[in-house]
């Protein structure tokens, strides 16, 4: 992850993104925790609006291994089809922890 770049390409100073990055990490981390309890009440449209959360923000952070998770996941919301789930979480908490050990969270 290579800030000064990520930032460069945004168009913001480091300070600015790395403020971004650290708001994204806490509210992907409760938007993961909606994502789980809407898994385990089978409420396949809550847990696609939390997933389509997580990938927006972290499209628009560029911060594209989280976003192609959070959208796989939201696909197969959207398609009643929550198999595998718990896996693209413990990814998605992988990638979180990752990014937030890089930018002291």
Do not use: C, P
Not at 33 to 58: C, D, T, W
Not at 59 to 64: I, P, Q
Request: aromatic fraction near 2%; charge should be negative; glycine fraction near 4%.
């Amino acid at each position: 992850m290579n800030i000064k770049k990520m930032a460069d390409e945004l168009k913001l100073q480091e300070e600015e993104y790395v403020e971004l990055v650290k708001l994204f990490v806490e509210t992907s981390r409760n938007d993961i925790e909606r994502l789980v309890a809407a898994i385990s009440n089978h409420e396949g449209e809550k847990a696609a609006q939390a997933a389509h959360s997580i990938k927006g923000a972290a499209v628009n952070l560029e911060l594209t291994e989280v976003s192609e998770t959070a959208k796989k996941l939201e696909m197969k919301a959207r398609e009643g089809n929550l198999e595998g789930a718990s896996s693209d979480i413990l990814l998605l908490k992988k990638w979180l922890n990752n990014i937030a050990s890089r930018i002291r969270v």
